[in-house]
């Protein structure tokens, strides 16, 4: 039985008098109505004398219609049925996708799936192990216990547990997602089997035909939902395709997914843009899936966060898509009774284990069986799922919870040969919830046909429309010789015969799409990450506030540097706050954006949308204008208010210097960002670069008398050579102001500095073999600091180098280590 | 969604109001803001003594304090602490979703309020869990004569099986209210009937709910709201509402509030509080105290005894001017990460029931950090003048050390000050790191001479930055009376001009590059001392303006 009346008095929980019950899909057709209108008129009678004065005030016209066939309706009232058809009408409006071109079975057989979780490098857990040896390492964890369940082509299939139950494990397991966490040590070990139509999945296979969307929605924040579309249909589907016929895929998947109306508002979410609803933003997460046309489709409690209204939007539309065809796999915590008859399976998991597996309509029926019946008036997931949760808030209740689950689930493993969702016992009542079904099979295709030509406008309609037929005919079929589709009756056992045979798999069916070119990936990568930077304005302007400030700042304190003695120090200044000021932000800042921008990268990766290379060549290239640009605006109002040389090499040499080590800066905080995938520990390791560049710059410390073991350092400190450079530059040529010599002083005072001059040598000086003059030229300064040797070209070409190597790094580890967001 | 249903549970008598120790009212917002270090016996303890007069002997809060902890059953996790919400659950583990949302409603409780407030109690939390809390709220009406109202979105069947009463509201009207009982029955007659396995509130909500997807959708659902509006008026629920509140009327209205209102609780107790949190955490007083050392430890690997040569010069000038530009930047970055917590829980709760002040708040802080902030300083000062070979003395490593406090103490006081604008660490990393540099650049005179500078600088900017009165501070004390030598150290003949000897003493270099300094000496200290008092003041100030526009 199930939620279906004529069963009711099965139940013990339902008083024997009680109606029978509506059907399980209200509002599919014409049959549920005459079964509702006799149920509700049967409940309203006790209480209808009062109704004189519910009815008296002005009933709205919708609500009024009488409704002719429930004859047991009192007279002058409106019919309390109509009422009710007009809730439920509203909200069962299922949408109708385009067929699925391809059709998928999944089989699991006893998957069982253990993961050793990592030690992690912090102080609390390297402190259990050191005091408490092994039993301080982290204990392996069984997340999946002999799991097995069939999914069929054109089912919806709900996963329900509590948290920890394994849930979204199981899904990605089969989705080829899992990975055992990070950490010393960590592995993970996992038997059984995974089948796509009878062939074993493989990453390749599933990737081919599945489409996953994940619990939060890793969507660009500041582009339209079209540009979103527009741009997973340009770069993911097939080359042979025109452009224009896939912006058409891209505004049917729109139009089928309800999202027209927001075509042209951006996703939003972040704290600085708002855009679409939460709901619309989980279903364009849907689209840029549904575009790759995937046969089968996996989503990750697709409706957590969401309000009643939209989350049932939204499995409505999952269960539109299963209805084409598709073998649709999600997982969901805690649906209301309404979402929950939504699907055609569910597998409600414990700590691993399987609880129960079947068709929906028979979950009540199969736990009165094993002893717990629904009470009435409440959620029958909600009842079942508290049933399967271990509750750890006592040592007692966690005893006896824990002996409910043990039994649930020694129940259900003696009541299943294998987890097909096939109970060994068939009665009657079976038979009923098994008609149930096929019935709305056919309505559902009959609703299919009719909402087809509606729909014919927005989709693109010839090929649409009769793919939808084709695909309406299958499913009569199916359900006409008895194929009970959401059933999943697989009685003959699939150990007997080699499942390949049986389901006729074939590669054919994993064949995976060919999306655009490498060179077209690049375009289309390059255009979205120009358009990133231009939409993100208030970004945009916060980097361009924050470096004007700083060139001003710079520029002010060094406003108009002199020729005098002095101003030799003003200028070693100027050339090491020059070369550190700016690339200390700009590494900081840039740990921080790489950080915010890697669940995206991760998630569209993840998808296979596009390669890395491109992508990295995209993001380099698109980039660069605006580094350039930044460099400018903090160097050029430096130089000028300064009053450095005016000439041109001198002025450009400067620029190009100073844009070099923000690069080089960029490039080692992006290394480390991608080598460090954790916000905290890349943001250290970032700073102590920096500083360990930065000390032996030559400035703070004379590099000459600096310890021999780490003078090295400054041989590799992009710092080192920027500050070499920029003085080079500044110095070279330059001549400065010479005090008098100190001779013919009147009052036989020596000047600063010449104090201890022996009489021999003031008379050098004053025949001129010595010079008064410490610093007379830029040569002489650059001595002092021991740079008399550097050439600019070649710091330049060095600047370029560290630049290359940190990129290259960056490349090496986004390819190689996981950048899963954490 | 407009259609939250407002859920009242309410015993029948109303205790008497306005006992020796009991807030009118109590309000557990939607979210759990705790420090995330302190065990749920001592967040409950802290709340209670920043709310109760001092009067209130000790034992009596404790006795307190365990009542709330057995009302809520954390019995088992007294003492375990709160630990982080979000994405420092990670780091900071600590009790669970339920349990935290317990210790929320246990820092109301402890006021032992007549009336308690709660929002979305359940939001986020597993189905189980929201049941329990709801349980418990239950007890709390029954069995301590409480009256609790709470806001719910989406309750489970089991949920609403534990409701006396129950508003259902729809676009600000209410629907229904009345007893739990009398709702099913209710929209049964209004011709709504529940289906027997589905929650009937999920049905009623969305029966009341106005769809507004589409124009149609919404006639519809205004025209059936209309209808159950006027079924609602003419029910006998409404009847009995009515009948309740004209009761109700003539009935003397509640006592104001109790004599905890009048008195301020001892300023300690918020500095205790702090003080232990961060003592709980390993990391973040290590964190306070290695970083400036640290940093120190680096230098000393490029370089040990600066000498007394002239090279040495350069040397020991580059010290100094790490020593400080380094000071401050810790103290801005501790205060950017420790402090949003303490920002939060100001701004987010404690400013509505906690009675103390943006500038106790303030002051509480900074003594807690001062002791450490101190041991950082002392520490980097003394490997600073040791190992590199500094002038040594009591008066000149307490200069030194004064120097890098007070500048440490400035860093922390900006951090706050940003943090309590910004609201954002990166933006206020960002902002006050460009401050701390735009006053190294004007004060410290050894990027840019104040000689050579422009007189606008030279006699006006570089006043307004403190690493100008610190920086002739540290430059006097070490180059006060320092012997440096002409000959140059081996392997550096050459280098110079034979004879040539720019700065033949410490003193020559003080008048050449701060001419003048040494006769300011008291003048720095004063203008250095008033800054951070004056920081100390407006960010006191900021807070108290920033808390009263949250509390809006």
Redesign the interface.
């Known amino acids: 039985m199930g939620y279906d009346g004529s069963s009711a008095q099965a139940s013990p929980a339902v008083p024997a008098a009680t109606p029978p019950l509506h059907p399980p899909m209200l509002g599919d057709g014409d049959t549920s109505i005459s079964l509702n209108e006799q149920m509700y008129t049967a409940l309203s009678m006790p209480v209808s004398p009062s109704q004189a004065d519910v009815s008296s005030p002005a009933v709205p016209p919708d609500t009024a219609i009488p409704a002719a066939r429930s004859g047991a309706a009192p007279a002058g009232d409106a019919p309390p049925a109509r009422k009710r058809e007009a809730v439920v009408d509203m909200v069962e409006e299922e949408p109708v996708f385009q067929p699925s071109s391809r059709s998928v079975r999944i089989d699991v057989r006893n998957l069982n799936y253990i993961v050793q979780p990592g030690l992690d490098l912090d102080a609390q857990a390297i402190g259990a192990v050191l005091t408490r040896g092994r039993r301080g390492m982290p204990t392996p964890r069984k997340l999946l216990d002999d799991v097995s369940m069939t999914v069929l082509p054109g089912e919806l299939c709900a996963v329900i547990g509590s948290s920890g139950s394994g849930k979204t494990t199981l899904l990605d397991v089969i989705a080829a997602r899992h990975q055992s966490g990070g950490g010393m040590f960590a592995g993970s070990s996992l038997s059984g089997d995974v089948l796509l139509n009878g062939l074993p999945r493989t990453t390749a296979r599933i990737r081919a035909v599945g489409g996953y969307v994940a619990q939060e929605d890793r969507l660009p924040a500041e582009l339209t939902v079209r540009e979103v579309l527009s741009f997973v249909a340009r770069i993911r589907m097939s080359r042979d395709m025109r452009d224009e016929e896939k912006l058409r895929r891209a505004d049917a998947v729109a139009a089928e997914l309800g999202l027209i109306h927001v075509a042209h508002t951006p996703i939003g979410g972040s704290a600085t843009v708002r855009g679409v609803s939460g709901g619309e933003r989980r279903r364009v997460s849907i689209g840029t899936q549904l575009l790759l046309d995937p046969a089968v489709l996996f989503a990750d409690e697709p409706t957590s966060g969401l309000d009643a209204y939209t989350a049932r939007h939204v499995v409505s539309t999952l269960r539109g898509l299963a209805r084409a065809g598709r073998t649709v796999l999600c997982t969901i915590h805690a649906p209301r009774a309404d979402v929950f008859r939504m699907f055609d399976k569910v597998m409600i998991l414990s700590q691993g284990q399987v609880v129960y597996f079947g068709a929906v309509e028979r979950v009540v029926d199969y736990f009165s069986k094993a002893g717990h019946p629904c009470p009435i008036y409440s959620n029958p997931c909600d009842y079942y799922l508290d049933l399967s949760t271990v509750d750890f808030r006592s040592e007692r209740r966690e005893r006896t919870s824990r002996a409910v689950v043990k039994k649930l689930v020694d129940y259900y493993r003696a009541n299943t040969k294998f987890a097909t969702g096939h109970l060994p016992e068939e009665d009657p009542l079976h038979q009923q919830s098994r008609a149930d079904a096929k019935l709305r099979l056919i309505q559902a295709s009959e609703q299919d046909a009719s909402v087809a030509a509606d729909n014919a406008a927005l989709a693109s309609a010839s090929d649409g429309s009769k793919g939808r037929s084709l695909f309406s005919r299958r499913k009569s079929a199916a359900a006409g010789d008895g194929g009970d589709i959401p059933m999943a009756d697989l009685s003959p056992s699939l150990e007997d015969t080699s499942p390949a045979k049986v389901l006729g798999g074939s590669e054919e069916d994993f064949r995976a799409v060919t999306g655009a070119s490498v060179l077209e990936q690049f375009r289309l990568l390059y255009l979205r990450s120009v358009m990133f930077r231009f939409k993100a304005r208030s970004a945009l302007l916060t980097e361009f506030g924050q470096t004007l400030a700083m060139g001003l700042a710079v520029g002010v304190v060094f406003y108009a540097l002199g020729s005098d003695q002095v101003s030799v120090q003003d200028r070693f200044g100027l050339c090491y706050i020059v070369s550190t000021l700016f690339p200390f932000m700009v590494i900081l800042s840039t740990v921080a954006k790489f950080h915010a921008d890697r669940p995206t990268f991760y998630t569209e990766r993840q998808d296979g949308l596009y390669r890395l290379f491109p992508f990295y060549m995209a993001r380099i290239l698109a980039d660069l204008p605006f580094d350039i640009g930044f460099s400018l605006l903090y160097s050029i109002p430096i130089y000028l208010l300064a009053g450095l040389d005016l000439e041109v090499d001198k002025f450009f040499a400067f620029q190009i210097v100073i844009f070099l080590c923000i690069y080089a800066s960029r490039s080692i905080a992006v290394g480390v960002a991608s080598m460090v995938p954790r916000f905290q520990q890349a943001s250290f390791v970032a700073n102590f670069l920096f500083t360990m560049f930065l000390l032996p710059c030559g400035f703070i410390f004379n590099m000459d008398t600096v310890w021999i073991g780490i003078r090295w350092l400054s041989n590799i400190s992009f710092v080192t050579f920027t500050f070499q450079a920029l003085s080079v530059n500044e110095f070279r040529d330059q001549s400065f102001d010479c005090p008098a010599p100190p001779v013919g002083s009147m009052d036989g005072q020596l000047p600063p500095g010449f104090e201890s001059l022996t009489p021999e040598q003031l008379a050098q000086y004053a025949s001129g073999e010595l010079t008064s003059c410490p610093i007379p030229d830029g040569e002489s300064a650059l001595e002092l600091y021991a740079m008399s040797s550097v050439n600019v070209l070649h710091n330049g070409i060095f600047l370029v180098a560290v630049t290359v190597f940190f990129r290259t790094l960056c490349f090496l580890a986004l390819k190689y280590i996981s950048q899963r967001p954490r | ?1 407009c259609a939250n249903p407002a859920l009242f549970s309410r015993p029948g008598p109303r205790r008497p109001a306005g006992g020796v120790d009991t807030a009118p009212a109590g309000y557990v917002l939607q979210d759990d803001h705790h420090l995330k270090y302190l065990t749920v016996r001592e967040v409950l303890t802290y709340a209670a003594r920043l709310r109760a007069a001092t009067s209130i002997p000790r034992d009596r809060i404790e006795a307190r304090v365990q009542e709330t902890i057995n009302l809520l ?1 954390l019995r ?1 996790v007294a003492d375990s602490r709160v630990g982080g919400s979000g994405i420092e659950a ?2 900071v ?1 600590g009790l669970s979703g339920g349990e935290r949302r317990r210790v929320s409603i246990g820092v109301q409780l402890v006021g032992d309020p007549a009336v308690l407030f709660l929002d979305e109690p359940t939001t986020g939390l ?3 869990t929201a ?2 809390i709801v349980a418990t709220l239950r007890a709390l009406a029954q069995r301590h004569q409480k009256t609790i109202i709470f806001t719910v ?2 309750p ?3 949920i ?2 534990l409701l006396d009463k129950v508003l259902l509201m729809s676009q600000g009207r209410a629907v229904f209210f009345g007893h739990r009982a009398g709702l ?2 209710h929209f ?13 509130l ?2 009623y ?3 009341i ?1 106005v ?1 507004k997807r589409s124009l149609k ?1 919404m006639a ?2 205004e ?2 709201l ?2 159950l509006l ?2 609602y ?3 006998d629920s409404k009847a009995a509402l009515e009948r309740e509140i004209a009761v109700a009327g003539s009935s003397p209205a509640l006592a104001p509030s109790s004599d905890l209102d009048v008195a301020y609780p001892d300023s300690n107790v918020l500095l205790a509080r702090i003080a232990r949190n961060l003592a709980r955490s ?2 973040d007083v290590l964190d306070r105290i290695y970083m400036l050392p640290f ?1 120190g430890i ?2 000393l ?4 005894n600066v ?1 007394n040569d002239q ?2 010069v ?2 020991r000038t ?2 100094l ?2 020593a400080l530009s380094v000071s401050p930047v810790m103290g801005m970055m501790n205060a950017i990460a420790q402090f949003p917590e303490h920002r939060k829980l100001f701004t987010r709760s404690d400013s509505r029931d906690a009675r103390y002040s943006g500038f106790e708040l303030v002051s509480a802080y900074f003594l807690v950090a001062l002791p450490l902030g101190i041991l950082a300083s002392l520490l980097f000062t003394a490997i600073t003048i040791y190992p590199f070979g500094l002038q040594t003395g009591w008066v000149r490593f307490f200069t030194l050390f004064g120097t890098s406090i007070l500048l440490y103490m400035v860093g922390e006081l900006l951090g706050v000050v940003t943090i309590a604008l910004l609201d954002d660490q ?2 206020a ?2 902002t006050s ?2 401050l701390l ?2 006053s190294l ?2 004060g410290s005179g ?4 104040p ?4 007189s606008w ?1 030279g006699k006006g900017l570089k006043y307004a930055a403190p690493h100008f009165y610190a920086s002739q501070l540290m430059f006097v004390s070490e180059y006060q009376d320092l012997d440096l030598t ?1 000959t140059p ?1 081996p ?2 003949e050459d ?10 003493s410490g003193n ?1 270099y003080l ?3 701060f001419p003048g300094a040494e006769d300011h000496e008291l003048r720095n200290w004063l203008v250095l001392g008033a800054y951070v008092l004056l920081m100390w003041l407006l960010t006191s100030t900021v807070f108290t303006i920033v808390g009263k526009l949250k509390r809006r």
């Open positions: 969604m059953g088992n990670i780091s583990r597993d189905s189980f049941n329990t979105h989406q489970r069947s089991d609403f099986a099913i029955d049964t007659r209004a011709g709504f009937p529940c289906g027997l396995y589905e929650n009937p999920d049905f909500i969305d029966t709910a769809d959708r519809d659902a025209s059936r209309l209808y006027a079924a008026d003419a029910s390993p990391m940093v680096l230098m690997l490029f370089m040990q000498g090279i040495s350069q040397n580059g010290l001017f790490e990166t933006a990393n960002n790191s460009l540099s735009s650049l004007l050894i990027l840019r001479s000689l050579t500078a422009p600088i002409c150290r392997g550096f280098v110079l001009q034979p004879g040539f000897c720019r700065f033949p020559a008048t050449m590059l």
